[in-house]
């Protein structure tokens, strides 16, 4: 098992030494009652970072992409966006089940925000007819589009075009870090592109639980409330809190080592490197469930994304040595 090189997702991470120490020595309080030092310490700051008045911490990505989403939407109207989003692919539904959100969606060229396509599908409130579009999804980066870093253009025309339109932006931004590494774009000019954004602290950045919604403090103060309802009141989460500030303090930067072994990972692979945007490598036309059981034989897991698709994800846990041993192992099966 030591040796075992895990590219399914960078969610796989395990809490660095460091990061396990920040952990144990968490001051914490009842988080219920608003008491936990460092979930405030945490929101504030995460907050501040993407240009917002406010934030709070829960347990996942999903809740994160729900509850924002739930907060520019009413039951009854419809979220807009890309086909391949997370949000209607991996979120169980949970609009519709959980919220009585209705979801449409575009197919876009390759996961590529096009503000103008979007634009386009944008039902009106106020028709008889036609269910209204309250608000659209973004997701940046792009997961089932590799990693996809979204262009600021794009995203800009989308937003300017939201404002007069009376339609709200809400950004999934799981991997919000990895575009701003990757860009150079600061993470504030993203989040004020954005009424709402989910930003996970448990992919890249390695933290073993937790995301933040950000959004105004109405719009925060009114989370809290769905986050309870759902169960995702937690009380003394400091010690979480204390992983994602460590992740924050070490964990960011570093991402673009993630996405030099993404890109080395492709070329030793014999797979384009412009494919390559932050920490994924897709491999394509491949035979992905016999590649997948071969290479676990081996000892390296890689994740299935359909019959003929394989993804790799560069991350905290992946060195060079275990980009050697990858390219060792899946080399000859290619
Ligand atoms: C783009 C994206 N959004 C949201 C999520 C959901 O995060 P969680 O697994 O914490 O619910 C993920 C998970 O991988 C993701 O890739």
């Known amino acids: 098992m030591a040796d075992l090189v895990d590219l399914r997702s960078d969610t796989v991470t395990k809490p660095t030494a460091a990061m396990r120490r920040a952990m144990a020595e968490a001051e914490v309080g009842d988080d219920v009652y608003g008491e936990d030092p460092l979930v405030n310490a945490l929101e504030e700051r995460v907050a501040a970072m993407f240009g917002h008045e406010a934030a709070v911490f829960v347990p996942s990505g999903t809740m994160g992409n729900q509850i924002g989403m739930r907060l520019v939407c009413q039951p009854g109207q419809e979220v807009l966006g890309d086909a391949e989003a997370h949000v209607v692919t991996y979120e169980m539904g949970a609009a519709a089940a959980v919220f009585g959100l209705s979801t449409r969606t575009v197919v876009s060229e390759g996961g590529v925000l096009s503000a103008d396509q979007l634009i386009s599908q944008v039902r009106p409130f106020g028709n008889w007819h036609l269910t209204p579009t309250a608000a659209v999804a973004v997701e940046n980066t792009h997961n089932r589009a590799g990693g996809l870093v979204q262009p600021l253009e794009e995203l800009e025309k989308l937003f300017a075009w939201s404002r007069d339109a009376g339609v709200s932006v809400h950004l999934d931004g799981a991997r919000i870090w990895n575009a701003a590494v990757a860009s150079g774009v600061p993470l504030d000019t993203y989040g004020r592109l954005a009424d709402t954004a989910s930003v996970c602290l448990s992919k890249g950045l390695g ?91 081996e000892g390296v897991l890689v994740s299935e994304v359909s019959a003929t698709r394989v993804r790799l994800l560069t991350h905290l846990d992946v060195d060079d040595a275990a980009v050697d041993r990858a390219v060792e192992v899946l080399a000859p099966l290619l």
Do not use: C, F, Y
């Not at 009114?222 to 400091?238: C, F, H, S, T």
């Open 207 to 297: 933290a073993p639980v937790g995301s933040v919604l950000v959004a105004s403090a109405d719009r925060i103060a009114e989370a809290r409330l769905w986050r309870k309802r759902l169960g995702g009141g937690m009380r003394q989460v400091g010690v979480l809190a204390a992983a994602g500030l460590h992740a924050l303090d070490h964990h960011v930067d570093r991402l673009a080592d993630d996405h030099s072994r993404a890109t080395q990972l492709a070329e030793r692979l014999g797979v384009d490197p412009a494919t390559v945007h932050t920490n994924m490598v897709v491999l394509d036309g491949v035979a992905a469930p016999m590649l997948a059981a071969a290479a676990k034989g």
